[in-house]
């Protein structure tokens, strides 16, 4: 009786390497000046499939790149949102921006809602996921962040625009719109070199740089919000604390009432402008 020859030792396929510990990875973290560094290796440590995939995540980010482009998601509103290299990541203080959109958009069924400079379209998904049944658009000037945003709102249906501000939206949303969302720019130009490294080195600056006083970008967004605005509708705007006072003049010279909602938790300012002035309450 003839037996098949053992496989040769070369056939064999070697076992991979088993993953470093925990504390071997947030050492290197911590040594590069992660602060959170025993928060962000459990989450390389979940997400890497292979040995080599974690150490490069490890790299990539003891070389500065932010966590969440290393992972490829951030957490916003209890969702993951895609985001790429290059494209902005949403903070979490604009949580606090969306939570307002979404108890403006649940007023009415199937509202018609608009995230301009959206970014990754994290503002207009946590919205969609909070309300459902909504009529989601929304636009970036920025290709990549345009890819990020059909991603992240394709399960909501929505649909995204490549383009200036209102530019590319569809003429027939003028004076539909019940909720008008936008966290434009607003870092003064001058103040871009005090932004962490982060942010300088790793986002486009056009999700940053709101022009000398910061406010460029809002006051053309806010110029145009009443000929898209239904009549009862609501625009939001993410500005500054300090800004606060010029975001609700601007509003005002627009046409609509302004209120302004402040969280002290996160250090968010958000200014609603209604025609009526039926907008929320500082809180």
């Keep these: 009786m ?60 003891a070389d500065g790149l932010p966590l969440e482009h290393v992972l490829g998601w951030a957490e916003f509103c209890g969702l993951r ?12 203080r604009t949580g606090f921006l969306a939570r307002r959109a979404a108890a403006l958009a649940g007023r009415r069924r199937g509202a ?62 003028r004076g539909r719109v019940d909720v008008l969302v936008a966290n434009a720019p607003y870092v003064p130009t001058g103040e871009m070199g005090l932004l962490p490294a982060e942010a300088r080195e790793h986002e486009p600056p056009s999700a940053l740089d709101g022009g000398p006083d910061g406010l460029g970008v809002q006051r053309r967004v806010i110029e145009e919000a009443p000929r898209w605005l239904a009549p009862d509708g609501h625009l ?29 938790e996160l250090y968010a300012t958000v200014v609603i402008g209604s025609p009526g002035g039926d907008g929320l309450r500082r809180d």
């Design 81 to 92: 949102i895609a985001v790429e290299p290059g494209v902005f990541v949403p903070r979490r």
């Design 236 to 264: 939001l705007v993410e500005t500054g604390g300090h800004q606060a006072p010029r975001t609700a003049e601007a509003v005002a010279r627009a046409g609509l009432v302004p209120r302004t909602a402040v969280c002290g």
């Design 112 to 173: 018609v809602v608009v995230d301009l400079c959206c970014g990754s379209g994290a503002v207009g998904a946590a919205v969609a996921a909070a309300v459902g049944g909504v009529e989601l658009h929304a636009s970036d000037i920025d290709p990549a962040a345009v890819r990020c945003a059909r991603r992240n709102v394709a399960s909501a249906g929505g649909r995204v625009y490549q383009g200036d501000l209102y530019a590319p939206l569809p003429a027939e949303l």
């Design 2 to 61: 003839s037996h098949s020859p053992p496989p040769s030792p070369s056939a064999v396929p070697s076992p991979l390497p088993p993953p470093p510990p925990l504390s071997a990875v947030a050492a290197r973290l911590r040594a590069a000046g992660c602060v959170f560094a025993e928060d962000e290796a459990r989450l390389m440590l979940s997400a890497a499939r292979t040995p080599g995939e974690l150490a490069a995540m490890v790299e990539r980010r």
